[in-house]
């Protein structure tokens, strides 16, 4: 699994004040400002591997966690681990474990929201945001077919259902027209079906998280939000909600990318997030 046998990475495994073990990748500057990025749902520390290079490259802190239930971290199963609450205070727990002082957050799709919703309830605690493909605020197209699908009796069953198969076709469902996913990619995004409790997690997130709360009040920090027009996950208007909760936000729509933009556009992405981070460092 990534970043096994690449140069410049530096892995490490941290317990959390909930005794939960998560595995943290980071490259750059050790002693720069902390840039934290979280993956979405079902994904690794792998879709960051074209954002690192960038980012440390400019003289940040690249950091990347498995969150809870994924990669290589640990797995709790149960609904009540993965409500917005619990994935709130799991990431508190992770900038609290790091010793990370008011890093800046970088958040993929569902983790884009939980980041969010971090900042919103702690502003002092974060220093900037990223909303990479953002969603968990206006609904997931249907979410409803998926949680009818993945019943809680059926639950024993899922690890089984994590095939090569079922990753080709999820991935063929996150990408827009200005890529395609590889052999490779099948293979790191297939990789946590090794364990049994990856798949069941998962489904409890499906399930527990709210994915419908809205976009409300005002947040006053520095942000940036990049979305594809070819994402059919992320709502039309849900740009519109975040331009009025978060005067001034950047937000950048790249033409043909879907959901999974950092594998797409990873070029445009490494622009716009070196230029916000360089204007957070030295404003």
């Not at 008011?102 to 884009?112: E, K, L, T």
């Not at 929201?113 to 900037?128: C, I, L, M, Q, T």
Request: net charge positive.
């Amino acid at each position: 699994m990534f970043p096994a046998k690449e140069a410049g990475y530096r892995v490490s495994f941290v317990r959390l004040a909930s005794g939960l073990r998560i595995r943290v990748v980071e490259r750059g500057n050790a002693d720069g400002l902390p840039v934290l990025m979280l993956p979405g749902w079902g994904s690794t520390v792998y879709i960051w591997r074209r954002i690192f290079p960038g980012v440390a490259d400019s003289g940040f802190r690249a950091i990347a966690v498995d969150l809870k239930g994924s990669g290589l971290s640990d797995k709790p199963l149960g609904e009540q681990e993965y409500t917005s609450e619990a994935l709130m205070s799991h990431l508190g727990e992770i900038i609290d474990a790091l010793e990370l002082k008011r890093p800046v957050i970088v958040g993929h799709s569902q983790a884009a929201s939980v980041a969010y919703r971090f900042a919103k309830k702690y502003p002092s605690r974060v220093r900037g945001l990223v909303l990479v493909s953002p969603v968990g605020h206006a609904g997931v197209k249907l979410l409803w077919l998926y949680k009818l699908l993945t019943p809680k009796f059926l639950r024993g069953v899922l690890p089984a259902l994590c095939t090569r198969t079922a990753i080709r076709i999820t991935l063929h469902r996150v990408y827009g027209n200005l890529g395609h996913f590889t052999q490779r990619d099948v293979r790191e995004f297939y990789s946590p079906c090794q364990f049994p409790e990856f798949a069941i997690a998962q489904r409890d997130s499906l399930h527990a998280f709210d994915w419908n709360e809205p976009v409300t009040g005002l947040l006053m920090l520095p942000a940036l939000a990049l979305h594809g027009t070819n994402d059919h996950l992320v709502r039309g208007d849900t740009m519109a909600d975040y331009k009025r909760a978060i005067p001034g936000i950047e937000v950048v729509e790249i033409a043909g990318a879907g959901h999974i933009v950092p594998e797409e556009a990873d070029e445009q992405v490494n622009v716009a997030l070196a230029a916000f981070l360089r204007r957070i460092r030295d404003g």
